[in-house]
């Protein structure tokens, strides 16, 4: 089945399709390099029961430039630690099911059709989306938090990569955007200590990761781009006539072939 990249998406949701097309062409295609890029994922750690976590909505900056919580929660029975995950981003799925994908609204309908060839020689992976209820008994997670236990560095580090890498929570549940969200703490001007709360802000709480039927190129955090060849590439996906001319009348010049350019149905 082939792998579909979609590409700039920002610039679909700023309704900007010049500078999305003009991207593409001068990013990807012409250099013919995908570009990784983070994707936060979580490390779930098994608490304490009777441990208590500071609510970062209720935290305050106090007069000496420190940082205080005025409210402290039950823990929950498994903590996300936040973890940065390089990766490309792939939608896994038929092109006869694209008028289907429903994440095209967020993401865009530009993108490349990869080969089953760069998926094996890249080893693209499918996500598997998880639920949070279940993470306490999920055989990985007990064997990640065991090596944690034992000290074992080898088989934390395994199990690490194991559960963040190609898992991704089934939904944007709204404890990621508050008991499980990031604090950012800076010391600004005049040495003003300022507090930031990292939330999803591109997704709407409940929002539905399974939809995305994703895949990922996970890379290290040495690799930024990963080079591709024309014989990789199977088709590009256009929103419409006007965008698939423009790319035709570039690679006409650039590549040995114009790929078979499919616009996304509507």
Request: hydrophobic letters at 40%.
């Amino acid at each position: 089945m082939p792998l579909i990249h979609f590409v700039f998406g920002g610039l679909h949701r700023a309704g900007d399709l010049n500078k999305q097309t003009e991207s593409f062409i001068e990013y990807i295609l012409i250099p013919q390099k995908l570009r990784a890029s983070i994707c936060p994922e979580f490390l779930p750690i098994l608490n304490d029961p009777n441990a208590r976590t500071a609510d970062p909505n209720s935290v305050r900056v106090l007069d000496g430039g420190g940082i205080t919580f005025d409210r402290y929660l039950p823990s929950k029975p498994v903590a996300l630690l936040p973890v940065d995950v390089w990766m490309v981003s792939f939608a896994d799925i038929p092109l006869k099911k694209m008028r289907h994908w429903k994440p095209a609204s967020h993401y865009g309908k530009l993108g490349l059709v990869f080969t089953d060839e760069f998926r094996r020689r890249n080893k693209v992976g499918r996500v598997s989306y998880y639920h949070y209820p279940d993470l306490s008994i999920d055989p990985l997670v007990v064997s990640l938090n065991k090596a944690f236990e034992d000290k074992n560095e080898e088989e934390r580090e395994r199990f690490s990569k194991l559960v963040t890498e190609f898992r991704k929570p089934a939904k944007l549940w709204p404890e990621l955007n508050n008991e499980f969200a990031v604090l950012r703490i800076t010391c600004g001007i005049n040495e003003e200590t300022n507090t930031e709360k990292l939330t999803y802000s591109r997704y709407a709480e409940g929002y539905d990761f399974t939809i995305e039927q994703e895949a990922r190129l996970v890379t290290t955090g040495k690799t930024r781009e990963i080079t591709f060849a024309e014989a990789d590439i199977l088709a590009i996906v256009v929103p419409n006539s006007k965008v698939g001319d423009s790319i035709c009348e570039v690679l006409s010049r650039r590549w040995s072939r114009v790929p078979e350019i499919i616009k996304f149905p509507s």
